[in-house]
């Protein structure tokens, strides 16, 4: 099977990284100054381990790669990016006949939980990939991932339902030999929908920075109480964040990447890239949709989802949040 890694960030360039050093066919899919990086001087991907260079094959987008029955896409942009990228994926053709969006299977190796519904549209074949892989991608052509033994768990599933057959558990073969820890799971779902619970301090950590020990550090625990009362009147089956975390500890720990400072979240990477595009729409802004469907209030979701997105539009800088601001969150 060949991995097509369509956004080589974070997440993807890890899940490229890793299966290409395992021996597995990769191709990164990247855009601006990613691309040029990737281009011109490889990828270096930072573990534990220590920080290596890797030269695997790239493309600027779906011209540039002539698909093959055995392919298989790893969708790794942000959700904002989702639509427009399995738009130009899904017409491509195949050899042999037929389509991408007709043939073959599509991964959404993502945060939150609007990324399969929208693959579903014009993918036959969609599976639910459960992220849990503490990466970061700041500077172009750099990418680390500080988890020890394995650099994450990707739990995987089939979408809408079910445990994704025989092409999930290739692919769950292919990254369990590859440093990850890839469980297969008819559930993956909830567990997307847990790990969004997680996610919902993202945009707190993007504006503020760390606040542990902080009064603001109150918030991210009344965001997830939000999030929890809006999944439970909505009957979203979902486990405890707590759960989630403690089983991802069993695999792996936290280590350092030498000579490479750590990030914040994916949403603080955001803003320290300057893309003018946060997921905070698709994080606090899923609660705060769920809320309005089902009568329950979320004031503060709101507050962060409007106040991450203003940062992002400004080209703010992470942890700039202004003591005005931050009285605003407080007195909520």
Same mark, same amino acid.
Not at 300 to 329: D, K
């Given at each position: ?7 080589? /960030?974070? &997440? ?12 597995? =066919? ?24 220590? !920080? ?8 600027? /987008?779906? =011209? ?53 519904? $929208? @693959? ?8 639910? &990939? ?22 994450? &768990? ?29 469980? &297969? ?10 790990? $969004?619970?997680?996610? $919902? /301090?993202? @945009?707190?950590? @993007? ?96 507050? !962060? ?8 539009? @400004? ?18």
């Amino acid at each position: 099977m060949r991995y097509i890694i369509v956004g080589a /960030g974070a &997440v993807g360039g890890t899940i490229g990284a890793r299966l290409h050093e395992g021996g597995h =066919e990769v191709v990164l899919v990247a855009r601006g100054a990613q691309l040029a990086a990737l281009r011109e001087g490889g990828l270096r991907f930072g573990t534990p381990e220590g !920080l290596r260079t890797l030269r695997i094959p790239v493309a600027d /987008g779906p =011209e540039g790669v002539a698909l093959r029955p055995d392919d298989a896409l790893v969708l790794a942009v942000k959700t904002q990016d989702s639509a427009a990228a399995l738009a130009a994926w899904a017409p491509r053709p195949v050899a042999g006949g037929g389509t991408a969006g007709e043939r073959l299977p599509v991964l959404c190796a993502q945060n939150g939980v609007e990324n399969e519904r $929208l @693959a579903l549209r014009l993918f036959r074949r969609v599976l639910a &990939v459960c992220v849990w892989l503490p990466s970061g991608f700041v500077e172009p052509g750099l990418v680390t991932a500080a988890g020890t033994p394995v650099s994450g &768990v990707l739990r995987i599933g089939g979408y809408p339902a079910g445990d994704g057959g025989p092409t999930a558990a290739a692919v769950a073969a292919d990254l369990a030999a590859s440093a990850f820890d890839a469980p &297969v799971d008819d559930a993956t779902m909830s567990w997307k929908y847990t790990k $969004l619970l997680g996610n $919902l /301090g993202n @945009a707190l950590d @993007a504006v503020a920075g760390p606040v542990a020990g902080d009064p603001l550090d109150g918030l991210r625990h009344r965001a997830t109480a939000e999030g929890s009362a809006v999944l439970a009147a909505a009957g979203i089956a979902h486990h405890d964040p707590q759960e989630q975390a403690a089983l991802a500890g069993k695999a792996m720990t936290m280590g350092s990447v030498p000579g490479v400072g750590r990030s914040g979240s994916s949403s603080w990477q955001s803003l320290a890239r300057g893309t003018g595009s946060i997921e905070a729409d698709h994080l606090n802004g899923e609660i705060v949709l769920l809320g309005r469907l089902h009568g329950v209030p979320t004031p503060l979701n709101e507050a !962060l989802q409007r106040l991450a997105g203003a940062f992002a539009r @400004a080209g703010r800088a992470p942890g700039s949040l202004t003591a005005e601001e931050r009285q605003a969150l407080l007195e909520l």
